[in-house]
Nanobody, 124 residues
Framework: QVQLEESGGGLVQAGGSLRLSCAAS????????MGWFRQAPGKEREFVAA?????????YYADSVKGRFTISRDNAKNTMFLQMNSLKPEDTAVYYC????????????????WGQGTQVTVSS
């Protein structure tokens, strides 16, 4: 089992950057594929990015963030990151990190473990 905690959210102007972190408990972090999801007010939670287990050599992005966001992981620190550049007001949401066994996925229901979320607000 793994516990996840997000940090790094906040208020930023459009065009700015933020770096989210997801700290994981346990000694088997590297064995989990990881993902970021977000939920804007009044909307369903949606996929943002995912990274494969172990080396993190495979990454996947939603079209809406491709080229602006970068997902990465540091297994030595049991931490995953989401570097968000060129932020837009439509990126405003609560961002969640999630973990799953097996291959990376953009399918929310396939993730077994979730953090509590961190708020990102982008002002215009």
């Amino acid at each position: 089992q793994v516990q996840l905690e997000e940090s790094g959210g906040g208020l930023v102007q459009a065009g700015g950057s933020l770096r989210l972190s997801c700290a994981a408990s346990g000694r088997t972090f590297s064995s989990y594929a990881m993902g970021w999801f977000r939920q804007a007010p009044g909307k369903e939670r949606e996929f943002v990015a995912a990274i494969s287990w172990w080396s993190g050599s495979h990454t996947y992005y939603a079209d809406s963030v491709k080229g602006r966001f970068t997902i990465s992981r540091d297994n030595a620190k049991n931490t995953m990151f989401l570097q968000m550049n060129s932020l837009k007001p439509e990126d405003t949401a609560v961002y969640y990190c999630a973990a799953r066994h097996g291959a990376s996925s953009d399918y929310e229901s396939s993730y077994n473990y979730w953090g509590q979320g961190t708020q990102v607000t982008v002002s215009s």
